[in-house]
């Protein structure tokens, strides 16, 4: 990987079907390339990140896995980001909108129907947001559209997050990446915090508020400040009332890079597996 991707200024179309045309799209469709999308949304990510952060990270995520595919000998086309999603943490924050998930579930399917009827047979979808509610959406979507369409789409997420939304780890429209651990030990960093301003400051170092974020104080916080962080809107503001939770002062670019690489490996071997046992 040349650590790169992703470095494009910011434009979330960058690389997706958007700069392709009809032909090239239906070309790819007919030769059985898959599609990869991601969902995420506009929310306040501290005083440092700006509020398309969980846009901008999975859209440089899926163009690393395209790449990673690729070598694999698996085609992917980067469907262009779904950036509306629902906010229910960061809900009492400006900037941060929320669309209500009956409404994305009803544009999923009707999206990854009009794919299915391009003759795509696989789509990829991930999220960037972690919000449960958002989560259980995206999944909520793929299993309408599969059920009510010609679709065939599963979530890429890791065992954690499923557990965390109450699906079962063998649910048909999951593809799990990822080990299957524990959250570590220590001090929760979960929003806006170290792992998250890492892979800003790897993948769009433009848009980090550096002095901003080097003068951060680390949020200091246990699992039961998460709790009730996670009831969100008015919880959320009082337990982080300058929106991040973790230590955006100890993010760092060179981790940021090897979180980023060893998640697109860990997708695009999930997605060659689930591929092989569909084959
Ligand atoms: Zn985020």
Do not use: K
Request: hydrophobic share 40%; aromatic share 6%; charged share 25%.
């Amino acid at each position: 990987m040349t650590g790169r991707e992703g470095r494009d200024g910011g434009d979330v179309f960058a690389g997706t079907l958007a700069e392709l045309t009809w032909h090239e799209v239906d070309r790819a469709a007919r030769s059985g390339a898959v599609l990869l999308w991601a969902f995420g949304v506009i929310e306040q990510h501290g005083p440092h990140l700006p509020t398309g952060t969980d846009v901008y990270l999975p859209g440089a995520r899926l163009r690393a896995v395209r790449e990673l595919l690729a070598e694999r000998g698996v085609e992917a086309l980067i469907v262009p980001p779904y950036y509306w999603g629902v906010n229910v943490v960061s809900g009492a924050f400006p900037a941060s909108y929320s669309v209500r998930p009956e409404l994305i579930r009803e544009v999923m399917v009707d999206l990854l129907g009009g794919m299915a009827r391009d003759g795509f047979r696989h789509v990829f979808c991930f999220s960037g947001h972690g919000d449960a509610l958002h989560n259980r959406t995206v999944h909520d979507g793929i299993r309408s559209a599969c059920e009510r369409t010609a679709a065939n789409a599963s979530f890429v997420t890791e065992p954690a997050l499923a557990r965390r939304i109450g699906l079962d780890l063998d649910d048909p429209y999951l593809t799990l990446s990822g080990p299957d651990e524990p959250p570590p030990d220590g001090p929760v960093d979960v929003h806006a915090g170290n792992w998250e301003t890492s892979l800003m400051m790897h993948t769009n170092p433009d848009l980090v508020r550096e002095e901003v974020r080097a003068r951060l104080e680390p949020s200091g916080l246990g699992p039961r400040e998460l709790a009730v962080w996670r009831r969100g809107f008015e919880h959320a503001r009082r337990v982080t009332p300058d929106g991040y939770l973790g230590d955006p002062a100890a993010a760092d670019a060179g981790e940021g890079h090897r979180i980023h690489a060893s998640t697109a490996e860990q997708a695009a071997d999930a997605i060659v597996h689930r591929l092989q046992g569909a084959a």
